[in-house]
């Protein structure tokens, strides 16, 4: 048996909670927590050699956002590949990587752009697709993409970590229910309300949930107060290594491909988890409707579209991904955890 994970990508651990000792705490997303500062609450043994948030934000200069937006973009074109796969949702953060693309990249570097997309990345965001997408190749999402990324040259770009940076959409399904004042209430308040619309959870869960990771607030670089606070704080330093490997779940993905070879997520960056840190109050405002307000504003800015502004956080990952069986989890040296039983081993709980 390896001893640790490199990532815990089973859909649900219902089926789990008749095995631990603790099956209130099986609740998605906490059960698939990565901690990346001091304190770990994770529920599974997860790899040491990922790295921690300090060593991910050393020599990160503090930028804003746009400037985050094209010295990122100008990195990835750097490594001088024939071809970027972008992948396009029509989301927020997949609209702002092309942006930060066609803002940066010359005419001739933008040939070397292939969009992986869908009918519904056309339907999430119509006006962008028809001012901007129709000139590239695209390719349908939908298909394997494991061969084109292993001809030499080809290199994958996602949105994946565009969340982590603003907050979560944990607070979706709460907002909608209870307002949007919920997104500001005391987080103590108001987590179990946020808890049993996003997941309705077992008797005891925001109990057992608040002890076990209440305690990661006591590292955050200001005091955690509000929902959106918490949500943002648990979601930066404990979902985003499952984030940047989650890619690996699904069964159709050849598990040669590497991070960073083939696959790179776009808002990982030093200076983007900077700007993270430093700009808690450039993420949200009063609504819902806000969130990400900062990054709608730069698309906007490029598209002079007013409709960029009006973009709201769906789920689109669904969208891209629901048709992949998954994988239960992954260890550290690429071996497929076979079983419930088999993972069961690398509880910590």
């Not at 494991?146 to 030499?152: A, G, I, M, Q, S």
């Not at 290594?241 to 159709?252: A, G, I, L, N, W």
């Not at 990054?295 to 956080?313: C, G, N, S, V």
Request: proline share 4%.
């Amino acid at each position: 048996m390896i001893e640790t994970l490199l990532n815990f990508t089973k859909k649900t651990t219902v089926d789990l909670r008749p095995f631990v000792s603790k099956p209130a705490l099986l609740v998605h997303p906490f059960d698939r927590s990565m901690s990346r500062i001091d304190y770990k609450p994770d529920l599974m043994q997860f790899s040491q050699k990922l790295p921690t948030l300090k060593e991910d934000l050393k020599g990160a200069k503090s930028l804003g956002w746009d400037d985050c937006c094209d010295q990122r973009a100008l990195e990835l074109l750097k490594m001088n590949r024939s071809r970027y796969i972008v992948s396009y949702s029509g989301g927020i953060d997949s609209t702002a990587l092309l942006v930060a693309l066609m803002r940066t990249w010359s005419e001739e570097d933008q040939k070397k752009i292939v969009i992986s997309m869908s009918h519904d990345s056309i339907d999430e965001n119509p006006t962008f697709f028809q001012n901007h997408i129709r000139r590239f190749r695209w390719i349908n999402s939908l298909q394997t993409m494991d061969r084109l990324l292993k001809e030499p040259g080809a290199l994958l770009i996602t949105g994946e970590l565009g969340d982590q940076l603003f907050g979560s959409d944990m607070l979706l399904p709460g907002a909608q229910i209870h307002g949007d004042g919920m997104i500001h209430e005391n987080y103590q308040d108001a987590f179990a309300k946020m808890l049993k619309a996003w997941s309705p959870p077992d008797a005891g869960s925001a109990e057992a949930l608040a002890e076990r990771f209440y305690p990661i607030n006591q590292e955050c670089p200001f005091p955690v107060r509000s929902l959106h606070d918490f949500v943002w704080w648990f979601n930066f330093t404990q979902k985003w290594s499952h984030v940047k490997y989650r890619f690996y779940e699904m069964t159709t993905a050849d598990l040669r491909l590497r991070y960073g070879q083939h696959i790179i997520h776009f808002y990982d960056s030093p200076e983007f988890q900077r700007w993270s840190m430093d700009n808690h109050d450039l993420k949200i405002k009063k609504t819902m409707n806000s969130y990400k307000w900062t990054a709608k504003e730069y698309i906007h800015r490029f598209t002079k579209d007013p409709r960029q502004l009006e973009l709201i956080k769906i789920q689109s990952l669904e969208k891209m991904y629901f048709l992949d069986e998954k994988r239960i989890a992954i260890g550290e040296d690429l071996r497929v955890i076979q079983s419930n039983e088999e993972l069961l081993t690398y509880a910590t709980i």
